[in-house]
Every structure is written in C-alpha cells, then in structure tokens.
C-alpha cells in the first residue's frame, strides 16, 4: 500500500461524502477531486467504499461528460438523500421552536449540556441525522447560528474524544491508520480544547500514525 496516496485516497473519498456540508459544493469539491486523483490514488480507491462511483465521477469530470460543478444523478454519494435533506426545509412547529431555543438558551459546552441538549425531544426526532437537521431548521433564525456553533464544536469535541480514546486502546489497521492522519486536522482542533489531557491524547495519536511517516 502506498501510504500517501491511501491518506490522500481517504481525505477525497470523505469529501465526496461530504460535499452536502462543505462551501461551494461540486464546484470546490470537483476541483479537488481531479486535482488530487493520481493514478496511485485511483488504485487506492478501488478498494474504498463507494471508491469505484467517485473513480467513475472524477472521470466523467476529466472527459468533460460532467461539468465542474455537477455530478451525474446515478453517482451522488448516498443515493442524494443528504442532498435532499441539507436543504433547509425542515419545518418545527411553535411548540418546536419553544424547547429548541430552551436548549439552545440552557446549553453548557460540556458533557452534561450535550447530554441536555440531545434529549430534548425536537433533537431526538431527527435520530442520528440531528445534526443535519437542527442547522437546516435554524437556517430560518440566522440569530441562533452563534449559539448553535458552540453545540456543534461541542458534539464534534466529544465525538472526536470518543473515538481517539478507542483507537489508542486497541489495535488498528494500517488502513485505519491513514484514515486517522487524513483526520488529523480535526482532531488537532478539537482535542485541545480538554487542556492538557486533550493534548497528551493527541499525542498519543500522533504516535499513532508515527509509522506513516
């Protein structure tokens, strides 16, 4: 396995997953996509999951059979239904409204206010997809972006706390590997906000990937 282009292989694959959140769509996404897609990447993502419709999408780019900022409908990760739902159409009722702003006006940046905040029953309505939803919903009240960024950067520090725990306690793949340093800036980010815990954590995981380099 060529360790860099497997990195880099990740990084496009979580991209075309992601284009529904990323700024500037298919446009900034495409770009990246033929620009990075050597031919050691195309072999490495082969062997991903939905690798073979992003090898077919960046060729359609590269022949001109798709333009820059659009993708062919048969090639839309998830079959478009997070295109669908990152539109901002979700519709709360008053009574909605009422226990999402309690939430928002309640929420502590820590373990107890995540915990609060995803109990609430408008939240848990939307099952795992709550993070999709929340933002599409208060899309309508620009005025609660501020508070809702503090909730997300919360939820993502504790994801990414969770999962570096589990990669440090066991064994992992060199796959697994590449796909924690493709992941790296996130965790950079996010683990310091837990001080010098965070930090010794990061470093652990910095230990890690050590080998890939």
């Known amino acids: 396995m060529n360790t860099k282009s497997s990195v880099t292989a990740l990084k496009l694959v979580n991209l075309y997953r992601q284009e529904h959140v990323i700024i500037g769509g298919w446009a900034a996404v495409n770009a990246v ?33 798709t333009p820059m900022d659009s993708i062919e409908p048969e090639l839309m990760p998830y079959g478009g239904q997070m295109q669908d739902a990152s539109m901002p159409s979700v519709e709360l009722t008053d009574n909605q409204w009422q226990e999402l702003e309690y939430g928002f006006e309640n929420f502590t940046p820590d373990q107890a ?90 470093e652990k995981l910095r230990t890690v990937i050590s080998s890939l380099n």
């Open 113 to 202: 206010g995540l915990k609060m905040f995803t109990s609430l029953g408008v939240v848990q309505q939307f099952g795992p997809e709550w993070i999709t939803a929340i933002r599409d919903a208060i899309a309508q009240k620009p005025y609660l972006m501020d508070r809702w960024n503090v909730i997300n950067q919360t939820y993502n520090a504790y994801k990414l706390w969770d999962t570096a725990n589990e990669i440090i306690a066991n064994p992992i793949s060199e796959r697994e590997r590449a796909q924690v340093q493709a992941d790296m800036p996130e965790y950079e980010t996010y683990l310091p906000m837990f001080g010098e815990t965070g930090m010794q954590l990061l």
């Open 33 to 65: 996509l033929v620009n990075e897609a050597t031919d050691d990447v195309i072999n490495e993502l082969q062997n991903l999951p939905t690798g073979k419709m992003l090898i077919r999408h960046i060729e359609n780019l590269r022949s001109g059979k």
